[in-house]
C-alpha cells in the first residue's frame, strides 16, 4: 500500500520508445511530457541503455570518500560547457541541488557579515524538501500542518520587489528564469540583467535554479545563457540523467571545506557516465542546428492550436521546448489534459491555468505530428 500523496492517473505504462509511450492493453502515447522534463532523450535510448549496462558490469558504488573519475570528469565538462570557473556538487533530487545552493549561500553571507537571508519569488517553486519548501513562494507549498519551516526566506512579487527590498540582511536572490510550476513564465530579459548587475554591486549571490528550465530545455545548455548573465550559483537536475537520479549544483564561489556538505548517492557511478553521455548527445543535437529546427516547429504548432481555439486558449508562453498555454478558463485544465490522455497524448499543467508542454527534445517528425494530431481531437471532443 502506497502512501496517498500523489493523484494519478489511471494508466500504467510498461513500455516506452523514443517520445511515445504504451500502457498495458497495448495503447500507444505521445510523450510531450517525459516525465516532468526528464526523459530530454526520449524512452529506452540505445546510447544510455549502453552506457547504464557497461556501467552496472563494471562499478555502481564506492561512496564519496574515495574519487570518482565520472563524477569529476562531469564536473569539468559542466564546468567547461559554463565557460569555465564553476566547481560542482552532485546530488539525486533538485531538492537537495538547491539545498546546497542554501548551504552555500548561508555560508557566503555569514562570511560577509552574517547575512542570512535568501529572497526568491512569489511564484516559484525550489522543491519539497522543508527548506526548499520555505523557499518555495506559492503560498499552498507551505500550509501550517508541516510548520515550523526554517525561517531567513523572503518573497517578493516581481524583480521590481525584489531589488527595493535588498538589505543588509540579504545574502542571496534565487529565480527560476523559465518558472515551471508557476504557469511557464520566462521572466523579463531586461530586469533580469538589471538584477544581475545590482546583485554583483552589492556582493550578493545570484542563484538561478535551472532544475526544469536548464539542460537544453530552453534551447540552450543553461537559460542564464539566453539571459546574457552569469549566475553566481546554478542547480540543475530534471533533464541531466535521462531518468536515472542525478542533480547538480554548480558554484563559482569556492567556499566549502571537507564535511561542510555531502550525500551517500549523489555523484554515483552510474548517474555521472549516464549523465556525461546524455550532455554529449544533447550538445551534438544542439551544434547539428537539430534542436533548434525542432523548438521552431514545435513553436509553430502550438501557435497554431491557439489560433485555431482563441476561444478557449489565451496565449502560448514559454521558451525552446519548455512551452505552455495559457486558458482562459481554468476550470478547463484538468479536463484537456485528461482528454489528452483518453486520445493517447500525454501534456502536463503547470500553475492554475497553463497547459504545459516538456517534449523530449530529440522527438521524431512523426511523433510530433502524432501528438498536435491527438491534441486536437481532444480538444475538440471537450468543445463537443
Ligand atoms: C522539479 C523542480 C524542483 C524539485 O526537484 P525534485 O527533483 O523534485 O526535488 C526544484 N526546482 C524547480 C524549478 C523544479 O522544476
Known amino acids: 500500500m502506497l502512501m496517498n500523496n500523489y493523484s494519478r492517473a489511471s494508466v500504467s505504462f510498461v513500455r516506452g520508445k523514443g517520445a511515445t509511450l504504451w ?50 570528469k562531469l564536473a569539468d565538462k559542466i564546468s567547461n560547457m559554463l565557460g569555465g570557473g564553476y566547481e560542482l556538487f552532485f546530488a539525486n533530487s533538485g531538492a537537495e541541488a538547491n539545498e546546497c545552493a542554501i548551504k552555500l549561500a548561508r555560508k557566503f553571507g555569514f562570511i560577509k557579515g552574517r547575512k542570512s537571508e535568501i529572497i526568491s519569488l512569489k511564484n516559484s517553486f525550489h522543491g519539497r ?15 501550517d500542518e508541516f510548520g515550523a519551516y526554517p525561517d531567513g526566506f523572503k518573497f517578493y512579487d516581481d524583480i521590481d520587489e525584489i531589488i527595493k527590498n535588498l538589505n543588509q540582511n540579504t545574502a542571496a536572490v534565487i529565480i527560476e528564469l523559465v518558472q515551471g510550476e508557476g504557469g511557464i513564465n520566462p521572466l523579463d530579459k531586461a530586469k533580469v540583467q538589471e538584477l544581475a548587475r545590482i546583485l554583483k554591486q552589492r556582493d550578493i549571490l545570484l542563484i538561478t535554479d535551472e532544475v526544469q528550465c536548464g539542460v537544453y530545455r530552453t534551447g540552450e545548455f543553461v537559460t542564464s545563457k539566453l539571459y546574457d548573465i552569469t549566475p553566481d550559483i546554478i542547480t540543475f537536475a530534471k533533464g541531466l540523467g535521462n531518468g536515472v537520479p542525478i542533480s547538480a549544483c554548480a558554484s563559482r564561489v569556492s567556499i566549502f571545506k571537507p564535511g561542510d556538505h555531502g550525500s551517500t548517492f549523489g555523484g554515483g557511478f552510474l548517474v555521472t557516465s549516464v549523465a556525461e553521455y546524455v550532455l554529449s548527445q544533447l550538445s551534438r543535437l544542439k551544434n547539428s542546428g537539430k534542436l533548434d529546427k525542432k523548438i521552431a516547429k514545435f513553436e509553430k504548432n502550438l501557435d497554431k492550436l491557439v489560433e485555431q481555439n482563441s476561444d478557449i486558449f489565451l496565449k502560448r508562453v514559454g521558451l525552446g521546448l519548455m512551452q ?52 486536437k481531437l481532444a480538444i475538440s471532443e471537450i468543445k463537443k
Open 23 to 72: 500502457d498495458k492493453c497495448g495503447k500507444d502515447y505521445i510523450d510531450f511530457a517525459s516525465g516532468i522534463g526528464v526523459c530530454a532523450l526520449g524512452h529506452s535510448h540505445k546510447g544510455v541503455e549502453k552506457v547504464i549496462s557497461k556501467q552496472a558490469k563494471t562499478l555502481l558504488h564506492t561512496s564519496n570518500l574515495y574519487n570518482i573519475t565520472p563524477q569529476s
Open 129 to 143: 524538501t522543508i527548506a526548499t519548501l520555505a523557499m518555495t513562494g506559492q503560498n499552498k507549498f507551505h500550509p
Open 324 to 375: 505552455g498555454i495559457v486558458v482562459k478558463d481554468s476550470n478547463l485544465l484538468s479536463k484537456i489534459v485528461s482528454k489528452a490522455l483518453e486520445c493517447g497524448v500525454l501534456v502536463l499543467r503547470s500553475g492554475d491555468s497553463t497547459l504545459r508542454f516538456l517534449p523530449p527534445l530529440n522527438l521524431s517528425k512523426k511523433e510530433m505530428k502524432d501528438g498536435f494530431a491527438r491534441l
